[in-house]
C-alpha cells in the first residue's frame, strides 16, 4: 500500500440524480478517493458488499424499494458494515430532518448544495478517527505478538 492508499477513503455515493452523483464522484476522486455509485439502495448494497466502503454518502429521497433513512437501516443491520459512517444528502436539513437521519442510523446530516469544503471536512475527520482505530488495532495485535514471543 502506498502513502496515497493510507490517506483515501472508501466511498460510496448513493444517489438517484446521476448528475449529483457524478458530480459528486469527480469530486471525492480529485481529492484521493476510493468511489462507487449506486443509484439505489438495492445496487448499493450489492456493491458495498464487494467494496467494504468505510464512508457512504445516501440521498434521502431515494425512490426504488428503500427510501434513504430505510437503507441507512439497512447497512447498520449488515454484518461487518454495522460500523459504516453514514452521510445523509438532503436538500432539506430542518431540525425535524436532522432528528429523522439520526433516529436512522446517520452519522451526520450534509445539506445538498454545501460548501465542498464542509465535505471535505467531514471526509478527513472520518479519515483521522479510521486511521486512530487502524494505529490501535496494529498495537495491539504488536502487543499481543509480543507476549506470545515472551512466552
Known amino acids: 500500500m502506498n502513502d496515497a492508499d493510507k490517506s483515501c477513503l472508501r466511498v460510496l455515493i448513493v444517489d438517484r440524480c446521476r448528475e449529483t452523483s457524478t458530480s459528486m464522484c469527480w469530486l471525492l476522486e480529485k481529492w484521493g478517493h476510493h468511489v462507487r455509485v449506486a443509484h439505489d439502495g438495492v445496487a448499493a448494497l450489492e456493491i458495498a458488499g464487494a467494496f467494504r466502503p468505510q464512508v457512504v454518502l445516501i440521498d434521502i429521497t431515494l425512490e426504488t424499494r428503500w427510501d434513504g433513512c430505510q437503507l441507512a437501516s439497512q447497512f447498520r443491520a449488515l454484518s461487518g458494515l454495522e ?9 432539506y436539513a430542518t431540525e425535524a430532518d436532522q432528528r429523522r437521519s439520526l433516529e436512522a442510523g446517520f452519522n451526520y446530516l450534509l445539506p445538498k448544495g ?30 499481543a505478538a509480543s507476549e506470545v514471543r515472551l512466552n
Open 83 to 91: 460500523q459504516v459512517y453514514l452521510i445523509c444528502m438532503s436538500a
Open 114 to 143: 454545501t460548501d465542498p469544503q464542509e465535505v471535505k471536512s467531514v471526509l478527513t475527520a472520518r479519515k483521522a478517527t479510521a486511521g486512530a482505530r487502524v494505529s490501535r488495532a496494529h498495537a495491539v495485535a504488536e502487543n
